[in-house]
C-alpha cells in the first residue's frame, strides 16, 4: 500500500511539473499547407484547374504554404500572386501547364519594367560610385527597409551632348535598400555601383510600393505550353529564393524578373525560350540589386532568341550557369549597364551566329569573370565576319576582369575589346586578362584584339592559329602585356603586335613567335 501510495504521489508530481513547463513552452503550432487539390484542383492534365488554384490562392495568408501535389495542373490565364511571407511548392513532381498567352505565374507585378513605383524624384547633386548615401531635392518618403530605384539616362556622350536619353538597350540603374533617412539624403546598406550625376543623366530615385517580400518558389515546373509569352514573372519581390524550379517552352522569356533586391536563383533550368520581334533572351534579369545566381542552365534556345541577360543590375553573384545556345540566333550571353558583378563557373557555347559567345554593353563595368569557358560560338562563320568568343563591345565598358578563363573554338577572333562607339562614348578601357587558355580558329583573326586603352594580359596562354597571338590595335595605348606564354608551333604569325610603343611589357615566353612590343617594366592591377 505504501509503495502504491508513492506511486500516486510522485504521478502528481511528475504532471504538475509537466502541466507548468508546458505553459512555459508551448509547443510550436504549425499552419497547415493549402493544398490546391482541396480548393477543386485535379493534376490529370486535362481538368481546366485555374479557378480551383486561383481560390487556393485568395485563401493565402502571411506564413501559407501553397502546395501543389504531383501532378500536371491545366490552366486556362495567368496565375498571379501578391502575398509576402509564402511559399509556393511543386514537391518536384508537379507542373502547371497553362495554354493562355500571356504569362504562366506572376509574383509582383508583370511586364518588362519596373513595377509599382512612386514618383520620380531628382537627385539634387551627383553621388559617385561606391558612396553609402544619395540626397534628392524633395523627400522620398521612405523609411529604413524600403527598396528605392536608381535610374538614369546612358547616354552621356564623349562630345559632351548632355543628351539624357537612355541607350537602345535601356536606361542605367540599379536596387537599393534604404539603412537610414536624414532629411533627404538617403543611406543604404551597400553601395552605388555607377556615379548618378542628375546634370548629366537626369538622374531620379523612385520609391518601390508594396513590395513582396519573403517569396520562396520551389520543385515547381513552369510550362508555357508554346503559346505564352513568359513562364515565371518575378517583379517588386526582395529577400526571397526561387530553387529547383523548371520553365520551359515560351515564345520569349521563361524566367524575366524586373525591381528586385536580393532574390537567389538555385538549381533553375531552362528549356525551350527565347525570342519574340525584338530576339528577348531566355532569362532576363534587370534592374537587380543583390541578386545571386548559383546553378542555371539554359537550353534548347528557340531560333531567333537570346540566352542569358543581365541588366542595370549590380553587386550580384551569379556561379554554376551554362548556357548551351545550340540552334539560336541571339547572343547566348550579354550584359547591359550590369556593374560590379561577379560571375564563377559560367560556361557559354554553341552560339551559331558571329554574336558573339559573352557580349559586354553598354557601361557594363566593374563585373569578374572567374574560370569561364567560352567555346564553339561562331564556329564555322566566313573568316573575318565574326567578333569574338568575348567581346567588350566599345560603348564605355571598364575595369572588367577575367580570370582563368578558356575560350576556344570560337569562330574568328577569341577575345575582342572593340573601339565600336555607337553611343559616342569613346573605347573600352581597363580591361584585365588574368591567366587562362586562349586558342585561336583560324590562321587570319587573332586569339585576342584590343583596340581599347589600358588592357593588362598576364600569364596567359595564348595558341594559335592566329596572324598574331595578341593583337594591340588602335586606339590601344599604355597596355601592360607580361608573363604569357605562347605556344610553340601553334600556328601563330606573330606573338604580339603592338599599334604604339606606349605598349609595354616583359617576362613573355614567345617560343620564336616574333614581337614589336616595346620593353618596359609594368605591374597587372
Known sequence: ??????????????????????????????????????????????????????????????????????GTYLTMAQ?????????????????????????????????NTIPNVGPAIPLSAAANELDTTFATVSTLDVVPGDYVALLQGGKD????????????????????????????????????????????NATTARKILTPLTGISVKNLTFDGNSSNSYGLAMSGVAESTVSGVVSRNVQISAIIAYGNFNVAWNNVTVTGAGGGSWGGAAVIL???????????????????????????????????????ASGANGRPFKTISARWNTFNSVTVKNGVRANNGISLEYYSSH???????????????????GNAGINSFG???QFNTFNNCIVTGNGNVQFYVSNFDALRLGQDSNVTISGGIFT????????????????????????????????????????????????????LGQAISSNSGTNVGSGNILNGYGSNLTPGACSAP
Open 1 to 70: 500500500m505504501a509503495k502504491l501510495f508513492a506511486a500516486v504521489i510522485l504521478l502528481f508530481v511528475v504532471s504538475a511539473v509537466w502541466l507548468h513547463t508546458s505553459n512555459l513552452f508551448p509547443r510550436a503550432t504549425t499552419t497547415p499547407p493549402i493544398n490546391v487539390m482541396d480548393y477543386g484542383a485535379t493534376g490529370n492534365g486535362t481538368t481546366d484547374d485555374t479557378a480551383a488554384i486561383n481560390n487556393a490562392i485568395a485563401a493565402l495568408t502571411s506564413g501559407s504554404t501553397l502546395l501543389f501535389p504531383c
Open 157 to 200: 556622350s564623349s562630345s559632351g551632348s548632355g543628351d539624357t536619353g537612355c541607350d537602345v538597350s535601356g536606361c542605367r540603374g540599379e536596387i537599393v535598400k534604404v539603412a537610414s533617412v536624414s532629411g533627404n539624403t538617403i543611406s543604404i546598406t551597400t553601395a552605388l555601383h555607377d556615379t548618378y550625376d542628375p546634370t548629366v
Open 286 to 324: 534587370g534592374y537587380q540589386g543583390e541578386m545571386s545566381v548559383n546553378g542555371m542552365s539554359i537550353s534548347n534556345v528557340n531560333p531567333g532568341g537570346s540566352g542569358f541577360a543581365l541588366s542595370a543590375s549590380a553587386h550580384s553573384n551569379v556561379a554554376n550557369l551554362t548556357v548551351d
Open 367 to 385: 563585373n569578374t569573370f572567374n574560370q569561364c569557358v567560352v567555346t564553339n560560338n561562331g564556329a564555322g562563320t566566313d573568316i573575318g565576319t
Open 395 to 397: 560603348n564605355f565598358n
Open 79 to 111: 496565375l498571379n500572386i501578391n502575398t509576402s511571407n509564402v511559399t509556393v511548392d511543386g514537391g518536384s513532381c508537379a507542373t502547371i501547364h497553362n495554354t493562355a498567352s500571356g504569362t504562366v505565374m506572376v509574383f509582383g507585378a508583370s511586364g
Open 440 to 491: 585561336g580558329s583560324n590562321s587570319v583573326e587573332p586569339p585576342i584584339v584590343i583596340a581599347g586603352a589600358n588592357a593588362h594580359i598576364h600569364d596567359a596562354t595564348i595558341n594559335g592559329p592566329g596572324s598574331q597571338g595578341i593583337s594591340l590595335q588602335n586606339p590601344a595605348a599604355n597596355a601592360c602585356i607580361i608573363n604569357n606564354s605562347f605556344g610553340a608551333g601553334s600556328g
